[in-house]
């Protein structure tokens, strides 16, 4: 299957997303930064020393999303680090305030990073694209928003999309909404909408079946705990990951628990690069390291000393190592054969030993 790449402008030049590249790695800010501008910096000054290639925000205000409403439709009464409150509420304390935004950006950019959002609101992209962002992301939750979607294609830039709670049937009309709006190309992040997710909810196997049917760049938004889940993704074809980022756990809010430190995505960075190093691509050359073993492959060898004019047989032949005789396939063409002269026990057999 042959997926064109994603190509999007960073401070570090020209960066292609996709199958054969590096796998790029987003850290979410979210709400980790808990209302305080010098924390959001730091969460971009963590990203950019762990090696991360962009830090994402979310560009929202509580008005564009929802309504300051109590009533019983309005109470979150699931997930834990959430119940309890309202929608209105949550969303006032999580917010990323607008006007922090092109200097988070403006910083992240001398960091050597990409700094892009999700847009929750369609408000959201116009401010967006007076920042110039690279490319959008579309969270889970905005999936089925097919006028966000149309509103987040016509600025023709590339768009992430995380597919949590979505069927195949929603991510193939988003992919659909986006392009005819003229969205250059859709990457598509197999997400488990639950927070933490366990691993026995993860399915990683979704993330090639994204790009098979869908023809798509796939990778994964992951809200599981730790870095193992992450990791294997890759295995699968994962050319994207993104993680949540605070800077420490202990602050608590509404996405620490199943957020990384500055240490932990640092190491994953590093685990990233290095498996990508062990995965590689296809390959059927021998490498330097191997020639130096190939010696000790098996050959013909002399194992009997033979006389001029002697048979060669199974008694006075064989394949043993090391490999400085015959390979062992011509076997059977040597034997009943010959020998040129005598030839000693432990003698590699050349053809000009053959008669």
Request: proline letters at 5%; charged letters at 25%.
């Amino acid at each position: 299957m042959n997926i064109k790449p994603i190509k999007i402008k960073t401070p570090k030049g020209m960066r292609l997303i996709g199958p054969g590249q590096p796998v790029f790695i987003i850290a979410e800010m979210s709400c980790n930064h808990h209302q305080s501008y010098q924390q959001a910096k730091k969460i971009i000054e963590k990203s950019a020393e762990a090696g991360v290639d962009a830090v994402k925000l979310q560009t929202f205000r509580p008005e564009g999303i929802t309504i300051d409403c109590d009533n019983k439709y309005f109470q979150i009464k699931v997930n834990k680090a959430w119940k309890g409150q309202t929608l209105y509420d949550l969303y006032k304390k999580v917010y990323t305030p607008w006007e922090w935004q092109p200097k988070l950006k403006k910083y992240a950019e001398s960091k050597g990073l990409v700094l892009f959002s999700t847009p929750v609101q369609e408000s959201a992209v116009a401010f967006l694209e007076k920042m110039n962002v690279s490319m959008y992301k579309v969270g889970s939750f905005e999936i089925v928003d097919l006028g966000l979607l149309k509103k987040i294609g016509k600025t023709k830039k590339p768009v992430i999309i995380s597919r949590g709670m979505a069927s195949i049937k929603e991510i193939k009309l988003a992919i659909k909404t986006l392009k005819n709006a003229g969205a250059p190309q859709v990457a598509v992040l197999h997400c488990v909408s639950s927070y933490p997710a366990i691993p026995s909810e993860m399915n990683l196997a979704t993330i090639p079946d994204i790009a098979k049917r869908c023809g798509v760049i796939s990778g994964l938004s992951d809200h599981s705990l730790g870095t193992a889940v992450a990791l294997t993704s890759i295995g699968l074809g994962a050319c994207i990951i993104e993680k949540h980022l605070t800077l420490r756990r202990s602050d608590g809010g509404p996405d620490a628990a199943f957020s990384l430190e500055p240490k932990e995505i640092k190491e994953l960075v590093e685990a990233v690069r290095e498996t990508e190093m062990i995965i590689g691509r296809p390959a059927f050359y021998t490498g330097k390291r191997e020639k130096e073993n190939k010696i000790f492959r098996r050959s013909l060898f002399v194992v009997k000393k033979i006389r001029k004019g002697e048979k060669f047989t199974f008694e006075n032949i064989r394949s043993i190592r090391p490999g400085y005789g015959l390979m062992p396939k011509f076997l059977e063409k040597i034997l009943g054969r010959k020998a040129r002269k005598d030839i000693e026990r432990g003698t590699p057999l050349k053809w000009n030993l053959v008669a």
